[in-house]
């Protein structure tokens, strides 16, 4: 599919780009280039060849962008049916329309292909949220095409970072040519890498249990839970089901593991010891809507006490369910709404702090229930994905989020970046 797509994008950009220019030059060679009908493009009325010269000059233009900017495809295909039409309707004659024909059916063949840029159009709409800006400074960007999904603190202190290179957010299996990686950030700034996921497996989100072992969400064919203990030893503890995709991650007031499904609308439990999962809530409300969307369903999950909190992404929603002493929930309630929320962060004072991923924002939801955009992109929050509070001695009013620098419209040569803000001041 990738290899079809490559190829449309190459054949619509060079070939609009010849028709507009055919349309407004007598040039022989671009005559005999476009020559599939007697009456040559730049025939007629300069009112007649115009129309078609601006739409195949934009659709073409969009169409070579969009090799390196997949985000564009969708709509260098809707420039190209329209000028497909308008072409077909200057040759009126059947023996005319083999030109036309030919791009109409390489746009729509496109734009079924490579739908990412409808997928974006679709996402659901925010709420206007007040804006209350924090300080923030960047403490790393990264190199081009490391993109961050999951960030989490340990109880010595270190942060340690789930990032990916060489997804491809514009497949449904995004995940096919990813390296995920974790990499551990001490107080003074040196990093390592500690763990890389097989090629083909991303890195997802993180979370670090009292004694330093690390658990982490990862997408692809087998998806799951990876651990690694203190000895350094990484281990696929948890396989989920066909068709699962483990998102954000938690440790229960129970010690187990809790898992969000982004598709099957699931809860996953799993226990530490064992690996063994069994589903802890299953429910529509965790489900994105069918066939249109890009956002994921169930995503971010933390506990605050025995309340259980999960974004909904797609469907804008923060949810809370409390775990009772059966290991059984009680009924969803909405919390928040209009936040299309990734991943979040628990303040000391019970404030939820949501990261927004595309919509480049960090919303906090207070106890009372007020919402407000407390960064944004003029705080360098571009893709924002998770976020986590320190737990060092200088840093546990301080929130760091990552991002991927803006990956879903900006293609593979975005760079994801280490933020810190300062929610409850200097």
Not at 132 to 141: D, F, L, P, Q, S
Request: a positive charge; charged letters at 15%; aromatic letters at 8%.
């Amino acid at each position: 599919m990738q290899t079809l797509t490559l190829v449309l994008q190459l054949v619509l950009g060079l070939g609009q780009l010849t028709v507009a220019a055919a349309s407004v030059t007598a040039r022989p060679w671009l005559i005999r280039l476009t020559r599939s009908a007697p009456v040559p493009l730049a025939s007629g009325s300069r009112a007649a060849r115009w129309p078609v010269a601006v739409l195949a000059l934009l659709g073409g233009a969009l169409a070579l962008a969009s090799i390196a900017m997949p985000f564009l495809a969708f709509f260098a295909a809707c420039f190209g049916v329209l000028a497909a039409i308008v072409l077909a309707w200057r040759r009126a004659a059947p023996s005319r329309r083999a030109l036309p024909a030919m791009l109409g059916v390489c746009s729509v063949t496109l734009a079924m292909a490579q739908p990412l840029g409808l997928k974006v159009l679709a996402l659901p709409k925010a709420a206007e949220l007040p804006l209350a800006k924090v300080r923030a400074t960047v403490i790393k960007n990264y190199e081009a095409g490391t993109w961050f999904e999951g960030i989490a603190a340990g109880p010595d202190g270190t942060l340690y970072l789930a990032a990916n290179r060489g997804l491809d957010f514009a497949r449904s299996d995004y995940y096919r040519s990813a390296q995920g990686e974790v990499l551990a950030r001490s107080a003074d700034g040196k990093e390592r890498s500690v763990f890389k996921t097989p090629a083909g497996s991303a890195a997802g989100v993180l979370a670090v249990a009292p004694d330093g072992v690390f658990y982490m969400t990862s997408h692809g064919d087998d998806s799951g839970v990876w651990r690694m203990g203190a000895d350094g030893k990484a281990e696929r503890f948890v396989s989920l089901p066909k068709g699962a995709w483990p998102n954000g991650i938690d440790i229960g007031p129970d010690g187990m593991l809790y898992i969000a499904d982004s598709k099957l609308g699931v809860i996953w439990r799993a226990d530490r010891a064992t690996g063994i999962f069994s589903e802890a809530i299953r429910s529509d409300l965790l489900l994105a809507r069918p066939l249109i969307a890009l956002a994921p369903g169930a995503n971010g999950v933390h506990f605050r006490g025995r309340e259980l909190l999960v974004t909904v992404s797609d469907r804008t929603t923060v949810l809370s369910a409390t775990l009772q002493g059966d290991g059984s929930f009680t009924p969803f309630k909405t919390l928040a709404s209009g936040i299309p929320g990734d991943d979040f962060a628990i303040g000391s004072d019970g404030s939820l702090f949501i990261t927004t991923h595309p919509y480049n924002t960090v919303v906090k939801v207070a106890p009372s229930g007020e919402r407000s955009i407390i960064a944004g992109e003029a705080e360098h929050i571009v893709g924002a994905t998770d976020a986590v509070f320190g737990r060092g001695p200088a840093d546990r009013q301080i929130l760091y989020v990552v991002t991927d620098g803006g990956a879903f419209t900006g293609g593979p040569g975005t760079r994801g970046a280490l933020v810190a803000l300062a929610p409850y001041g200097n």
